[in-house]
């Protein structure tokens, strides 16, 4: 194992001394030519130095698209995705009309999607990723890539639902019960075609049924109300779920709760 680091090390100092060596060349053809020998092997951390050091000169001339073109994906196959997207970004603007536009706004949406993070982590990158796909889809109707596009959009919207449904968990969790209440109401709201939508409906009922519980004696009433019509929505949104009996039962508690506040309110009044 540590020959074969050691051989790893020497050949990287070895290419580094050739590609130091080319660039020291002051002939801007051959160095494109280099440049396209480590495209083509796939070396595209010194196939980027050379075409990045022979741009100005190709610059306005019929090569400098396919030139352009090759140091975006160098970008790209390193990993290197912010990058990548502003070379993108700057490709199309140089090159408007080109062949590969639509290729490239896929790309350029792709990139979002590849620096895109798990759910707890901020998700703008995603919600960006999720914005460019469909302006693709519009842009580009009768691309062959866009069931990769409706692919990834959904792949993401079921990150970002997971990311706002932990959200409104730890709400929930931390007692903050009308929080949770809205955030899961936003949550149904926000991905009304989702598998769990009666899961995130029963938190609904949960959360202002646990609200209701800890609030003052004049707003209880009120709020248990607030819970049994809920309770009748969840019913009528989701009247073949499993989860239907259990919806049934917080409207059972909540009006034991309503009866038993206005039997208190009676007694208080004689």
Do not use: W
Request: aromatic fraction near 14%.
């Amino acid at each position: 194992m540590r020959i074969f680091i050691i051989l790893i090390i020497i050949g990287l100092l070895s290419s580094c001394k050739g590609i130091s060596k080319i660039l020291k060349n002051p002939d801007p053809e051959f160095k494109l030519g280099k440049a396209e020998q480590y495209y083509v092997k796939k070396k595209y951390i010194f196939a980027q130095q050379l075409f990045e050091d022979v741009m100005p000169h190709f610059k306005g001339t019929a090569t400098f698209e396919d030139l352009y073109y090759k140091y975006v994906y160098c970008a790209y196959y390193q990993q290197d995705y912010q990058n990548a997207e502003n070379l993108i970004k700057g490709y199309l603007e140089t090159f408007p009309n080109s062949s590969r536009a639509e290729e490239m706004d896929y790309m350029r949406a792709y990139t979002f999607y590849k620096q895109s993070p798990k759910p707890p982590f901020d998700q703008t990158n995603t919600i960006k990723a999720v914005g460019m796909m469909q302006t693709f889809i519009s842009t580009h109707p009768k691309s062959l890539k866009n069931k990769d596009a409706s692919d990834i959009i959904e792949i993401c919207r079921k990150k970002l639902e997971e990311k706002e449904r932990a959200n409104a968990q730890l709400y929930y969790d931390l007692g903050q019960f009308r929080a949770a209440g809205v955030a899961f109401t936003s949550l149904l709201s926000n991905f009304p075609e989702s598998e769990k939508g009666d899961e995130y409906k029963l938190m609904v009922i949960k959360s202002y049924f646990k609200f209701a519980e800890l609030s003052v004696e004049d707003k209880k009433a009120e709020r248990f109300e607030q819970v049994v019509a809920e309770c009748n929505d969840f019913i009528d949104r989701f009247p073949e779920s499993k989860l239907v009996k259990e919806a049934e039962h917080y409207i059972s508690l909540s009006q034991n709760n309503i009866k038993n506040l206005n039997n208190e309110q009676t007694k208080t009044s004689t």
